[in-house]
């Protein structure tokens, strides 16, 4: 099995700054492409932004120039720094090693108008 415990969320200001962490432990042979999702109430999951073991990062569009995604290939650890939050950026968010189908608990981010 695999672990992953994220963590960093919060009530925040639009226009304010949170960052998430995510570390993944238990069964891993391989990391590989590691990513954030976030779920809106209603809505369904949508993908935030993928990495690579080298560091190649892919974001929507949505978040493009406002949040970083990093990681610690060490630690098996994943990061999303996330600035110039919007309220539509309020919702669930997970993390994922890309090659398994394991999810999180999630980490609640609120963004507040």
């Known amino acids: 099995q695999v672990q992953l415990v994220e963590s960093g969320g919060g009530l925040v200001q639009a226009g304010g700054s949170l960052r998430l962490s995510c570390a993944a432990s238990?069964?891993?042979?391989?990391?590989?492409?590691m990513g954030w999702f976030r779920q809106a109430p209603g809505k369904q999951r949508e993908m935030v932004a993928t990495?690579?073991?080298?560091?190649?990062?892919n974001y929507a569009d949505s978040v493009k120039g406002r949040f970083t995604i990093s990681r610690d290939n060490a630690k098996n650890t994943v990061y999303l720094q996330m600035n110039s939050l919007k309220p539509e950026d309020t919702g669930v968010y997970f993390c994922?090693?890309?090659?398994?189908?394991?999810w999180g608990q999630g980490t609640q981010v609120t963004v507040s108008s």
């Open positions: 990495i690579t073991t080298g560091g190649a990062a």
């Open positions: 238990g069964s891993i042979s391989t990391v590989g492409i």
């Open positions: 994922k090693i890309m090659i398994y189908s394991y």
